[in-house]
């Protein structure tokens, strides 16, 4: 039995802190609709007969209306193909949501809070939903599978063994339990990573379908699997055509602005990926990050991050009997008082250094 299992894109979300990049936000939203799309013709090119939505399709807050029409025009083009949507904590199914509201295409189902089982010809599938934004109690650890002769499949959005979700708001259950429920698959979704892992083979975390952020490094997109009894065969497919990547830069021997941004512009970035640029080593200037940026051509470099330290000597300078010594000696006296702000100091010397050069 083939199926195509996403999770997390997220569609319209606003993608504010993503970089300062004013167009960033329109440039995602729309690479959102390209790997949607691509997901749809790899469905009809490849005839699967199941599509598994393991929540978070949408953002409740953000969504428009026309990206829903987007959504069903999509799920239109694949009429035999049946589309099981479990809701998560960003797209609950509200009385005003969209899931409840709107005019969905005859292939879909929409799951809510309430344990419901869908008999298929091939296989029964127990679908858990979100009503809410929160799911503090989970009711999955109360399922029992009616029919074990038959290939069984759970679709929820959860939690597997708290993740990140400390509080356990987000339907938090644990993978040993899941376990011993015994279905031959299990389409998770809410963490936004991949997890293929060997140890649990049927218990699936697509992962988001496009990276929204630097915090989702590496390929993002699809499952594809096909299921036997005893027998799970799944494989990832890529979906976004973009990736994040994080690059370190040491500016210790860089002594001015103007050779800070010749060195960025020197540095072979590849085109379909979006950079994150994190300087360290010892500065020797000011840097004002977002005056930096602006100053940037390259354009697939969307963010900069100072996690540099001051390049000063500031007990080798007090030595001398100069202005900059004197400021440096009281600057040293300033470091010693627990109540200063150890950060806005060091941007004070900066800054006095500049001035005193």
């Known amino acids: 039995m083939k199926f195509v299992h996403i999770a997390d894109i997220h569609f319209d979300t606003p993608f504010t802190l993503l970089s300062d990049r004013a167009d960033l936000g329109e440039v995602r939203r729309l690479d959102q609709r390209k790997a949607f799309k691509k997901m749809i013709e790899y469905i009809k090119e490849n005839e699967i007969p199941y599509l598994f939505i393991a929540g978070d399709l949408y953002d409740h807050e953000y969504v428009r209306q026309s990206t829903i029409d987007f959504i069903n025009d999509c799920f239109k083009q694949i009429l035999n193909t049946k589309i099981y949507i479990t809701p998560g904590n960003h797209d609950p199914y509200l009385k005003n949501s969209y899931y409840a509201k709107y005019k969905w295409s005859q292939n879909v189902k929409i799951f809510t809070s309430k344990v419901e089982k869908v008999e298929t010809n091939d296989f029964d599938l127990y679908g858990y939903g979100f009503e809410d934004f929160y799911l503090k109690e ?62 649990n083979k049927n218990i699936i975390y697509p992962g988001s379908t496009i990276a929204l952020g630097f915090d989702e490094l590496g390929e993002h997109g699809m499952i594809v699997g096909n299921i036997e009894k005893e027998q799970v065969r799944v494989e990832f497919v890529k979906l976004d055509d973009k990736e994040f990547i994080e690059v370190q830069l040491d500016i210790t021997n860089i002594n001015e602005p103007e050779g800070l941004l010749q060195t960025l512009e020197e540095i072979e970035f590849e085109e379909k990926k979006l950079y994150k640029i994190i300087l360290t080593g010892n500065r020797n200037f000011e840097i004002n990050t977002y005056k930096l940026y602006k100053q940037i051509e390259v354009r697939n470099i969307i963010k900069v991050k100072d996690r540099t330290k001051i390049g000063y000597d500031l007990n080798k300078i007090a030595n001398n009997a100069t202005l900059k010594g004197i400021f440096a000696k009281e600057m040293l006296d300033k470091f010693k008082d627990e109540n200063i702000d150890k950060e806005t100091l060091e941007k004070a010397i900066e800054i006095g250094m500049e001035a005193l050069s």
């Open 138 to 199: 989970s009711k999955i650890d109360e399922i029992n599978i009616d029919n074990r002769e038959k290939l069984n499949i759970l679709i929820t959005h959860a939690s597997l063994d708290g993740g990140y979700d400390d509080k356990r708001d987000y339907n938090t259950i644990s993978s040993s339990k899941l376990k011993r429920l015994g279905f031959d698959y299990i389409a998770l979704g809410h963490i936004h990573k991949l997890n293929l892992s060997n140890e």
